[in-house]
C-alpha cells in the first residue's frame, strides 16, 4: 500500500485511540480536541515514525499510539499558533477557536499539549525517557523557532544561517523527531536514529525552503495567494538571498519595497510583482531552489546510510511528497 | 528556620537556575518568563516538596530544580489562566499578557509548561518516570478542573460532591502532587508517598472551602472585595450547601438571586447582604466551616501516619498557614 493509501487508514484508526485516551474528558474539552483532530491534514507526523518503525521490522500495533500522540501534539501546535496568527480558517473549516471561543482555544490546546506528551512517551519502560528527553527538546525547539519567527518581523535584517535556522526549528525538528521515535521504538542503534533524525531535519529544511518559494513563484493554489510573503514583508530565503546578491540599486529598491505596507489592490499587485522580478534578476530564485536541493540531497544521503534489512521506498516517497509540497 | 524566612529564601535561588535553564532562550521569550517568575508568590508548592523530601533525610540540592520546576508550572497555569479570565493585575503588578500581548502570554507560557515538566522530571534515571507520570496526570486533572470550573458558570446546579471534585482537581492536587514529589525523590516507600499525596490533597479542599468561604464572610483586604463570587454567581459551597439546607422560601430567593446580574452599586451591596443572610439562616455558614475542619482534620490524619523519623512541624506549620489562607 503506498503512503497517501495508508494514510488514508489513519483517521479511522486515530478516531479509536481517541475516544478510548480521552474518555474520562470533560465533554467541553473533549469537543474541541476532536475537532482539532478531525478537521484533515495529511498525517505526514505519523507515517514517517510508522515508517521508520518498519525500517527495523517494528509492526503498526508498536507505534500507533505514538504516532497518533505526534499527530495530536502536531496539532496542538496549530491550535495555539491560530489563535496567534488570528487566522479563521484551517484545512478549509474555522478554526478551534474561532468555532469554541479564545478560552477553549488556549485551553483545549494546553490539553492537548500534555496529553500528546503522555501518548508519546508511551507505556514501554524501556524507552520512555528516551522518547520523553525527544519529544520536550523538540517542543522547545518549536517554540524557540515560534519565538524567532516573531521577531524576523521587526528585524531589519535576518541572516541565511538565522533563517534556516528558524524553520529547522518551527518546521524541520518535528518531522527529525517523528521519525527518530519510530526508531528508538524498534530498538535500532544510536547512529540509525541520528541518521534518520538528520534525515527528517534536512527534508523539513528543503520543505520550508520549497514552500517559501512556491509562495511567490508557485502556481495559484486553493486559497492559497500568490505573493503573500512578499505583501507581509516576511523575510524568507528569496528575501535574504536577494538581498545579498542583487545590484546596489535593485538592493536598494527591494529594502524599500520590504519597508511599505500596501493599501490597494492595484499596489499589492505592483509590489508583488516589482520584488519578483528583482528575486529572479538577482539570482535569488535559482539559488534558493539549488540550496532545496542541496538540503534535500544531504537528507536522503542520511537515509541511504541507514542499515536496515527492509525497503525504504516508502519514507523516500514520502520524502518526494514533502518536497512536492504536499506537508 | 521557619518556612516563611526560608520561603524569602527561595527568590534569589530561583532566579539562578532560572538564568540557567534559560541561558539560550530568545530573548522575547526569556523576558515574560523571568517576569512571571519574579512576580513573587508564596512559594508553597516548592516548600511543600523540599520538605517533603527532608521527612526522610533529603537536602535541599537534591530537590530544588524539581521544586523550582513545579513552581514554573503553577506560574504557567496563572498565565494561562489570567488570559482566560481577563485578568489585569496579579501579585499587584500587571499580568503577563497585559504587559506582554496576548500572543506572548499564550507562547510564554506554553514554553513554561514544557520546560517545567523537564525540571520537574529532572536527571535523575531511578525516579524519571514515576515523577513524568505524577506531574503529567497531575497536569490533566488541573485542565479538567479548570473545565469543570468554565462550565459550572452555566450550569444550573451543581452538586456538592462535583464542586468537591472540581476544586480538588483545580487547586488541591498540584498541592499534593509537589509532596509526593519530594516524597519520591527521597526514595520512601509507596505507602508514604500516598499519604502524603493524600495530605496535600485535603488539605487542598480545605483551603479553598476557606477561600470561597472567605470570599463572602471574610474581613476586607488588600485588592479582595468581599462578595465577589455572590455577584458573579459563582457555585461554591455556600451556595450548593445553602441551596439545600435553606427553608422553600429562602432556597427559592437565593435562586432567584443567583439568576440576576446586578446593575447598580446599590444593587451590588444589596444583593450580598441578603445572599449572606441566606448563607446564614440556612445553617450554610456553620456547614462549610465544619467541612473545611473536616478536610483539614483528616489530612493532618494522613501527615500523622506518615513514618519518618524527622520532625513534621515545618510541614504541619505550612497546613496551618494554608487553611488560615495565606496560599
Not at 505514538?66 to 499558533?81: P, Q
Not at 521519525?179 to 534525515?199: D, P, R, V
Not at 535593485?250 to 500596501?262: A, F, N, S
Not at 489592490?265 to 542541496?294: H, L, P, W
Request: aromatic letters at 10%; one cysteine or more; proline letters at 2%.
Amino acid at each position: 500500500m503506498n503512503p497517501m493509501e495508508y494514510a488514508k487508514q489513519l483517521p479511522e484508526l486515530f478516531k479509536k485511540l481517541h475516544q478510548d485516551f480521552f474518555k474520562d474528558t470533560p465533554d467541553n474539552l473533549y469537543q474541541p480536541v476532536a475537532y482539532a483532530m478531525q478537521s484533515g491534514g495529511k498525517y505526514i507526523r505519523p507515517l514517517l515514525m510508522i515508517y521508520a518503525n518498519e525500517l527495523f521490522g517494528g509492526k503498526q500495533e508498536d507505534v500507533v499510539c505514538n504516532a497518533y500522540g505526534i499527530e495530536l501534539f502536531h496539532n496542538f501546535t496549530l491550535v495555539h499558533d491560530d489563535i496567534m496568527d488570528h487566522a479563521a480558517i484551517r484545512r478549509g473549516k474555522p478554526t478551534v477557536f474561532k468555532k469554541f471561543g479564545l478560552n477553549a482555544g488556549i485551553l483545549s490546546g494546553d490539553f492537548m499539549f500534555i496529553k500528546s506528551l503522555q501518548l508519546c512517551v508511551g507505556s514501554d519502560s524501556q524507552y520512555r525517557m528516551e522518547l520523553f528527553d525527544l519529544i520536550s527538546k523538540t517542543a522547545i525547539e518549536i517554540h524557540e523557532g515560534q519565538q524567532m519567527d516573531v521577531d524576523f518581523e521587526s528585524q531589519d535584517m535576518v541572516s541565511e544561517e538565522e533563517y534556516i535556522q528558524m524553520i529547522c526549528y518551527k518546521t524541520a525538528v518535528l518531522l527529525a523527531c517523528s521519525l527518530q521515535m519510530g526508531a528508538i521504538i524498534a530498538g535500532t542503534s544510536k547512529k540509525n536514529q541520528e541518521l534518520l533524525y538528520e534525515f527528517g531535519r534536512l527534508i523539513g529544511i528543503a520543505f520550508q525552503i520549497q514552500d517559501d518559494y512556491l509562495d511567490s513563484f508557485g502556481d495559484q493554489q486553493v486559497g492559497k495567494r500568490i505573493g503573500g510573503d512578499i505583501l507581509n514583508n516576511k523575510k524568507t530565503l528569496l528575501y535574504i538571498s536577494s538581498a545579498k546578491l542583487a545590484s546596489s540599486d535593485d538592493r536598494v529598491k527591494l529594502i524599500e519595497w520590504y519597508q511599505q505596507q500596501t493599501s490597494s489592490e492595484d499596489d499589492e499587485i505592483t509590489k508583488i510583482s516589482e520584488v519578483k522580478e528583482i528575486f529572479t534578476r538577482s539570482g535569488a530564485k535559482e539559488y534558493c531552489k539549488d540550496q532545496m536541493n542541496k538540503y534535500l540531497q544531504a537528507g536522503l544521503d542520511c537515509l541511504h546510510k541507514v542499515e536496515s534489512d527492509y525497503s525504504k521506498s516508502k519514507l523516500l516517497s514520502i520524502a518526494d511528497l514533502i518536497t512536492k509540497r504536499e506537508l
